[in-house]
């Protein structure tokens, strides 16, 4: 059995099928997911109203009776937690850079921040494991002891680096959509707070209207809402607000709110100076990427347009030169 098992592992036109077969898979599950999702924005902005409701009645209980702890997220798997609390990953994995980035992309709660830690041993060791048996027990290329043992701390490292990696990902298209909706979404907060609305009012007027552009933005906005109802103090939570999305441009307007606040300046004029700021900057990305084509054509064009175009014209005159001969 384990003899056929390495037969199959070596054979190229086995492995050459596997990988036909998990790329169909890939292809069917890309185009069969977006037709089973629902809507999404729903989903979300019901779950953070709910959570709101729960933030109030978890203030209001704590008032009643003093010392009491609340918990307002799901709880994380338990043999998760089991591991993470066994080899204590939260004292020399769960830095605050971590918990800011899982908050950037969109992760809170301790079931979040709890299966990060999991995945980032988990991953590692599963890679190292495997890479171990393939290259020690199914395949050795060829190659000398030393070279597989660095194969295999090669899997380790990019285990390690895996979640780094994901996270990041996660937070480049968040704030991606984030900043392609903002400018939009501080015209409207000019217009609701121009109208006589309170900020909070606006915060949460301007996340039910924005999220057909930025999901993402609209639970942002919406969760600004619910921590300046229970917060103590307002301006953490525009601090937070720019802590979570992590945009220039957001981090200006918590100034501006902080300021207003503390201070009494007009809102609206440093609101409509701001937005107008953000069209700047988003026109300004848009012609950096069409400044950036040029160079990027190059390439493709040099091996797949320039052949073609040769061959197109050179054909012809071959033809009538060894017609000729």
Same mark, same amino acid.
């Given at each position: 059995? $384990? ?10 036109? %086995? ?5 036909? &077969?998990? !790329? /169909? @898979? ?106 171990? $048996? ?10 000398? %002891? ?5 194969? &295999?701390? !090669? /899997? @380790? ?25 903002f400018p939009d979404a501080l015209d409207l907060l000019l217009i609701c707070v121009e109208s006589g609305m309170s900020i909070e009012h606006a915060f949460r007027k301007v996340s039910t209207e924005i999220g057909s552009q930025s999901v993402a933005l609209a639970e942002e906005f919406a969760l600004c809402t619910a921590e300046l ?56 990305? /848009? ?39």
């Open positions: 059995m $384990l003899s056929l098992i390495i037969t199959k592992a070596t054979d190229p036109q %086995f492995l050459l099928a596997l990988l036909a &077969a998990v !790329a /169909a @898979a890939a292809t069917v599950l890309t185009i069969a997911i977006p037709l089973t999702e629902g809507n999404s924005l729903q989903k979300r902005m019901k779950n953070v109203a709910t959570e709101r409701d729960k933030i109030r009645a978890r203030e209001r209980e704590r008032l009643n009776r003093q010392g009491e702890k609340v918990s307002l997220r799901q709880e994380p798997k338990a043999y998760m937690r089991r591991i993470v609390e066994q080899f204590k990953l939260g004292d020399w994995l769960g830095t605050e850079t971590a918990k800011r980035q899982l908050s950037m992309a969109g992760y809170r709660g301790p079931q979040a921040e709890i299966g990060f830690l999991f995945f980032r041993l988990a991953v590692p060791v599963g890679l190292f494991l495997f890479t171990l $048996l393939y290259v020690f027990v199914l395949n050795d290329f060829g190659q000398p %002891f030393m070279i597989r043992c660095g194969i &295999a701390i !090669a /899997a @380790a490292y990019l285990g390690i680096k895996a979640p780094e990696l994901f996270l990041s990902n996660q937070i480049g298209k968040r704030q991606a959509s984030m900043r392609q909706a109802s229970y917060l103590a103090e307002r301006r953490l939570a525009y601090e937070n607000l720019a802590l979570r999305t992590g945009l220039e441009g957001v981090k200006s307007v918590s100034t501006a709110l902080i300021q207003a606040e503390r201070y009494g300046t007009p809102l609206g004029t440093a609101l409509r100076t701001l937005a107008q700021e953000s069209r700047d900057q988003r026109m300004n990305l /848009a012609e950096k990427k069409a400044a950036a084509l040029p160079p990027k054509l190059t390439v493709p064009m040099i091996l797949f347009f320039l052949p073609v175009l040769f061959v197109i014209i050179m054909t012809p005159a071959l033809v009538q030169v060894f017609k000729w001969q």
